[in-house]
């Protein structure tokens, strides 16, 4: 079974500048989340899709982050513009639903901000 | 607040040294609790996950344990490795609609050869 995919694997921008980020869940998993990993922390929920529609956003800073889950699978995470606080690692995972299943991770996108 | 705190942030023990993480949860209305591991540049790996209605569980060298009355969770790892070295997190899934995971900091661990 394929695990969770997230693409780029690093990325570097400068202030300012947009970025987006894209993740495949497991075949079949209903949820999907993102979380926000800065080093020596752990990863803060971002938002939490069930399906397409989301079911909790209250983590996500509106003014500069977007997220989308069309047709329910694939999602982008996007951050415009980006800020150097925004330098993290930016995990993926998903579940088969919402309701306290077991989620599972992709290998994450470093995004460094200069 | 609903928060998880590992201690200590960083742990170095020689090989073949049996040793204890230690997480501890501000709520015990909690629906289950995941033990994680990162390694660098990589995503989490799931090692345990124990339900609120357990004590325990136990995979491999790798023993989770759960006291909800005090807040507390430990993994302990039998005659560890170098191939160990890694951060372990610790998750709560706090009862309620949402469910989300809460994570704690995490331990770093280095297993000297």
């Known amino acids: 079974e394929a695990g969770v995919a997230q693409s780029p694997r690093y990325k570097i921008i400068e202030k300012r500048q947009s970025v987006a980020f894209w993740c495949n869940p497991i075949?079949?998993?209903?949820?999907l989340y993102w979380y926000q990993q800065i080093l020596g922390q752990g990863p803060k929920l971002l938002i939490q899709?069930?399906?397409?529609?989301?079911?909790?956003d209250s983590q996500l800073p509106k003014d500069r982050f977007s997220a989308e889950r069309l047709k329910g699978v694939d999602s982008t995470l996007k951050i415009q513009p980006a800020k150097l606080e925004d330098s993290a690692v930016y995990l993926c995972?998903?579940?088969?639903?919402?309701?306290?299943?077991?989620?599972?991770f992709g290998p994450g996108t470093r995004l460094t901000v200069t | 607040k609903q928060e998880v705190t590992q201690i200590p942030a960083a742990l170095s023990v020689p090989e073949g040294e049996n040793l204890v993480l230690n997480c501890s949860f501000t709520d015990s209305a909690i629906y289950n609790l995941q033990w994680f591991r990162q390694d660098p540049g990589k995503g989490l790996t799931s090692l345990l996950l124990?339900?609120?209605?357990?004590r325990e569980q136990t995979s491999g060298r790798l023993n989770a344990s759960l006291d909800k009355s005090s807040g507390r969770s430990t993994l302990y790892i039998a005659a560890s490795q170098p191939g160990d070295s890694a951060t372990y997190l610790c998750?709560?899934?706090?009862?309620?609609?949402?469910?989300?995971?809460?994570f704690g900091s995490g331990t770093q661990l280095t297993v000297l050869p």
């Open positions: 075949s079949g998993h209903a949820t």
């Open positions: 124990i339900q609120s209605s357990q």
């Open positions: 899709f069930q399906n397409n529609g989301v079911v909790d």
């Open positions: 998750a709560v899934r706090y009862s309620g609609s949402a469910r989300q995971l809460t």
């Open positions: 995972a998903s579940s088969f639903d919402g309701r306290g299943y077991e989620q599972y």
